[in-house]
């Protein structure tokens, strides 16, 4: 059983994934990580900031790493940590960080408790690690992956990867869920120009500048656009009524989405409802 040492909580500046290997950029595969990743984050109150897809090229994925780890974000990567010739990551993630590697003690442990013997001379380059890693345990195959600094490695495969993401969360990020839960206000307006209500746009991000606001144009070519207004309660709930406030002022035809069941509170003559 990996040993897991106890460790000062992290404060992000941010949540993101990096999607790693050729056959996800070929097409022979396609990406389940990122979907899932969103919604274990959103379980806890938090959020997916940004995701990159890169290759096995050592020298490209190398660059990746060094600019994700210069930005002291919390990165989850997924993929390329195993033994084979194409299992880059490890040694990347090394290079970017200008350490040595090392076989990790615990994970060497571990992999002999499993496979004994046949733990060499290929299985254990599975823990060849950059120096100072610590091991994040595997309940699938007990093959660990590992966490480097704010950077928290597992393997491709979505039955091992999602709930060793689940145990970084909850081991090293729960102190790290706001008080609140973001709320999204959702509307729809109609018959109406995105250039007409760019003003209206303005002026809601300058009174709420902690909330977040799209928009989204239909792409059929309706004159439908949605707006989002994504925050703390209290201050995502007076974004929206900003907003509606000056749909109603431009006598724009809108109606509330599905959201928080506090979002019905348009109050204008224009809003048809839900």
Avoid at 1 to 22: Q, T
Avoid at 119 to 135: F, L
Wanted: hydrophobic residues 40%.
């Amino acid at each position: 059983m990996v040993k897991v040492k106890s460790s000062d909580p992290v404060s992000p500046a941010a949540f993101g994934i990096l999607l790693i290997g050729d056959e996800l950029l070929s097409g022979k595969r396609t990406d389940k990580h990122q979907a899932r990743v969103i919604e274990l984050l959103d379980q806890r109150g938090l959020e997916l900031s940004w995701s990159l897809t890169v290759g096995d090229d050592p020298e490209r994925l190398t660059e990746t790493l060094r600019w994700t780890l210069a930005r002291g974000d919390v990165v989850f990567s997924f993929g390329g940590i195993g033994a084979t010739p194409d299992d880059r990551t490890r040694q990347c993630a090394a290079a970017a960080a200008g350490v040595p590697m090392a076989i990790h003690p615990e994970g060497r442990a571990e992999l002999e408790a499993v496979f004994g013997e046949r733990t060499y001379p290929q299985r254990i380059q599975m823990v060849n690690w950059p120096e100072g890693a610590s091991p994040i345990p595997n309940p699938v195959n007990r093959v660990p992956g590992f966490s480097f600094g704010s950077h928290h490695f597992v393997p491709g495969f979505p039955t091992m990867a999602w709930p060793m993401i689940e145990w970084v969360l909850d081991y090293r990020y729960a102190s790290d869920a706001p008080s609140e839960r973001a709320l999204e206000y959702r509307l729809e307006a109609r018959d109406a120009a995105e250039s007409d209500l760019i003003d209206a746009m303005n002026d809601v991000i300058a009174a709420h500048p902690e909330v977040r606001l799209s928009c989204l144009p239909n792409a059929s070519g309706r004159r439908v656009i949605e707006f989002g207004l994504r925050g703390a309660p209290a201050e995502a709930a007076a974004a929206y009524q900003r907003l509606a406030g000056h749909l109603d002022m431009l006598n724009v035809v809108w109606r509330a989405l599905a959201a928080p069941a506090m979002q019905q509170t348009g109050t204008g003559s224009r809003n048809i409802g839900a």
